[in-house]
């Protein structure tokens, strides 16, 4: 049975394990393993070396957005990701709407192996610190809504491999994120960008037309005097 079948057996009730890697010394983070309301896997690390990191964050929320697909043959998971500070106040909307950036979710692709994250502290470590990192993801999905980047990749932010000696590393597939970034979703959500840039664009310039014709008909009136 796997992790999406057990999680769907707790009838959609939120629930929560927490697991860490050593209780006789502070550990160098926590992780809490639930199920989302609508039985999703919710993965979320706190690092509590994210001082030592330079971080303004220190916890990373990953939710696994159903079962792995097959891209190039390479399995990856599909995710909403979004990072936060464990301080964070939880805002809430008139209608109970949560806001803050716990709930500002990127979406992501992402080849990385949900039971190693539960069981292997250090592959745990390097796939939230490292692979997830903020500014990583950022930089990749920037790319993704770029016609022609220099590294296409769509929503994909490549994964983490054991290496000799056990070893762990990041890796980017360029066929994998060819794919994806040629992905119908992928260019549908670049024909938006592009508008949203064309129409901030067009409201600046009628903008700057109008401070421009302010200050038109103000030298216009001081002359007249």
């Not at 390479?74 to 964070?88: E, K, N």
């Not at 950036?101 to 990127?106: A, C, D």
């Not at 539960?118 to 490292?130: E, K, L, N, T």
Request: hydrophobic fraction near 30%; charge should be positive.
């Amino acid at each position: 049975m796997g992790i999406f079948d057990k999680l769907r057996k707790k009838n959609n009730q939120p629930t929560s394990r927490s697991v860490t890697p050593n209780p006789t010394t502070k550990p160098p983070f926590n992780l809490i393993i639930s199920a989302t309301k609508d039985g999703r896997c919710q993965i979320e690390f706190e690092d509590h070396k994210a001082n030592d990191l330079k971080q303004f964050y220190d916890t990373t929320r990953l939710i696994i957005n159903g079962k792995p697909i097959i891209i190039k043959g390479h399995t990856l998971y599909d995710c909403d990701i979004s990072w936060y500070g464990s301080t964070d106040a939880i805002l809430l909307g008139p209608e109970g709407e949560k806001y803050g950036r716990r709930n500002q979710y990127e979406n992501i692709l992402a080849e990385i192996d949900i039971n190693q994250i539960q069981i292997d502290g250090r592959y745990c470590q390097f796939v939230m610190r490292q692979l997830l990192n903020r500014k990583r993801v950022l930089r990749y999905l920037e790319k993704g809504l770029r016609e022609s980047p220099d590294t296409p990749c769509g929503k994909y932010i490549g994964g983490v491999r054991y290496l000799e000696e056990a070893k762990l590393d990041k890796f980017f597939s360029c066929d994998v994120g060819l794919a994806a970034h040629s992905l119908p979703e992928m260019v549908a959500r670049r024909e938006k960008h592009k508008q949203e840039l064309e129409s901030q664009k067009a409201r600046q310039i009628a903008e700057n037309r109008a401070k421009i014709q302010e200050l038109q008909n103000k030298i216009k009136n001081l002359s007249e005097r």
